[in-house]
């Protein structure tokens, strides 16, 4: 299951920041041997792919960090990390790393299973991400922006690190997750009841 396991922590880090675990696979496969890609994802460690991917990685970092800016950037990525999600799950999960000597014999048939699975998760951590980046933003007046999208970048880069030499931790990420969620849902819902109590004191003065 260590297969599953990293791919699920190289995807879920793709739908935070979609460059970090596509670059630190890159970066692993080419110049370590904690991860060897199988033929099909070879190309993650070509010397112009690493260099275009810390290229796109630099344009994230700085536009996320901006309020406004961090929306529309966002919305673009909604698209990337997806594909981005797919991509890590399928070369991660298929490749031999530190933790997993055997990785075909888990993903021996309908190799899409993986690609697909890695994007629905990417796209749901995403999604959480971009729909929390405005409150954020709104309740600190834009100034924990950079905060928050520092805490993503350095969360993408150790979850990246750990789906490959022990995989294990994804388990806890996904635990902080679900944890998050529920502070978000619960934060929204105090808002709006907040905005309701706000607007229902207006109607009576």
């Known amino acids: 299951m260590f297969e599953v396991l990293t791919g699920t922590g190289l995807a879920a880090s793709a739908g935070l920041n979609a460059y970090i675990p596509l670059l630190t696979m890159g970066l692993l496969a080419r110049y370590t041997d904690l991860?060897?890609?199988?033929?099909?994802?070879?190309?993650?460690?070509?010397?112009?792919?690493i260099l275009i991917l810390a290229v796109l990685l630099a344009?994230?970092?700085?536009?996320?960090?901006?309020?406004v800016v961090d929306h529309v950037n966002d919305v673009v990525q909604t698209v990337v990390r997806p594909t981005a999600g797919g991509l890590a799950?399928?070369?991660?999960?298929?490749?031999?790393t530190v933790t997993v000597s055997d990785p075909g014999s888990f993903f021996s048939s309908s190799e899409w299973v993986p690609v697909v699975t890695g994007?629905?998760?990417a796209l749901g951590v995403h999604l959480l991400k971009s729909a929390a980046r405005p409150?954020?933003?709104a309740t600190t007046a834009g100034v924990g922006a950079p905060v928050a999208s520092t805490a993503e970048d350095a969360t993408s880069v150790v979850m990246?690190?750990?789906?490959?030499?022990l995989p294990v931790l994804v388990l806890a990420f996904l635990a902080g997750l679900a944890l998050f969620l529920f502070w978000f849902l619960r934060r929204?819902?105090?808002?709006?009841?907040?905005?309701?109590?706000?607007r229902a004191a207006g109607y009576r003065v």
């Not at 990246?160 to 030499?165: D, G, H, M, Q």
């Not at 929204?188 to 706000?198: M, T």
């Open 59 to 67: 344009v994230e970092v700085v536009a996320d960090k901006v309020p």
């Open 188 to 198: 929204r819902s105090d808002r709006r009841r907040e905005r309701q109590a706000a």
């Open 135 to 137: 409150v954020i933003n």
């Open 35 to 49: 991860i060897d890609l199988p033929s099909g994802w070879q190309w993650l460690g070509n010397g112009w792919v």
């Open 160 to 165: 990246s690190v750990a789906a490959i030499i």
């Open 89 to 96: 799950f399928g070369a991660g999960s298929t490749s031999e």
């Open 119 to 121: 994007v629905l998760i």
